[in-house]
């Protein structure tokens, strides 16, 4: 196991650089590869000189909503457009994606209070589907599982953009925990790392909730969601992701089996690979 890298910047609280990650066959991820993040709408102007100048980002990989983008607007690097930002989001959003003004709580909420319908997928050769291979009361094993059966082309467009950037690729979504956490654990299990180092970093980002979930309180697309959940239903509990790393193992042989069922060639697979490995 690793000591998280935190990037530490005035304007974001969940950031860190992957590299250093060790692999299983003895190797590690190179730095300056992938880092991940919480939400980039706070970055002041220092944090934008040393992420370009100093970290090396050439690409945003942003895994928010349509909803979530233009209630929150442009952030700061992306108003410069200094690097390109991808924006390929994990949620189905039906015509809510058209009436911001109806999604003032968290999208993911919408399910826990009966809006909108969500059609299970992913089911594969069992029949079950994904998101009913998660433990009984695992709220966020659900939702993982459920980004890969509803959103397969946007998980797979990502890592698609990890792997060709000529830089460090800044993945994010609003926490940097979950939708990005779940991208994050197929890049690093596609580079070769074991299972319980992926579950580690997941749960790294526990060490900084209280401080993430303040943030988003203080945001436009986020605190109507917030309020009243307890703090427990955020916590990074590690048989969450080892469900994920769990599902697609037993179901695609793992990530890059997962990827290549999307339509990844070997070359593509081994792109990602060869990419993020030191």
């Known amino acids: ?48 000189r040393h992420l370009v100048d100093v970290v090396g980002v050439t690409d945003v990989v942003d895994l928010r909503t349509n909803v979530e983008l233009r209630l929150e607007g442009p952030g700061p690097l992306r108003r410069r457009d200094l690097v390109p930002h991808h924006h390929h ?17 968290v999208p993911w909420s919408r399910k826990d209070r009966g809006e909108g319908t969500t059609e299970k997928a992913g089911a594969g050769e ?31 467009a990502a890592l698609e953009v ?6 460090a690729a800044i993945v994010h979504c609003a926490a940097g925990k979950d939708r990005t956490g779940t991208v994050v654990g197929l890049a690093l299990s596609v580079a070769g790392v074991a299972d319980e180092v992926v579950v580690a970093d997941y749960v790294a980002t526990g060490e ?60 593509q697979v081994g792109a990602l690979r060869s990419r993020l490995r030191a």
């Open 208 to 267: 900084r909730i209280d401080r993430i979930l303040e943030r988003l309180a203080a945001r436009p697309a986020y605190a109507d969601g917030l309020r009243g959940r307890p703090m427990e239903h955020h916590t990074t509990r590690p048989e969450t992701m080892q469900r994920i790393l769990t599902v697609l193992a037993d179901r695609h042989g793992g990530a890059a089996g997962w990827l290549r069922e999307q339509g990844w060639s070997e070359e």
């Open 126 to 156: 069992s029949g079950v589907p994904y998101e009913d291979t998660a433990p009984d009361g695992d709220y966020w094993a659900r939702h993982y599982l459920g980004y890969l059966a509803q959103r397969p082309d946007s998980v797979a």
């Open 89 to 105: 989001s994990l949620l189905v959003e039906e015509d809510l994606e058209h009436v911001a003004e109806a999604a003032l709580a």
């Open 1 to 48: 196991m690793t000591t998280p890298r935190w990037i530490e910047l005035d304007g974001v609280v969940n950031m860190r650089d992957l590299g250093g990650t060790p692999t299983a066959d003895g190797g590690e991820i190179a730095a300056g590869r992938l880092v991940r993040s919480d939400n980039l709408q706070d970055l002041t102007d220092a944090d934008i």
């Open 162 to 167: 990890v792997a060709r950037a000529t830089g």
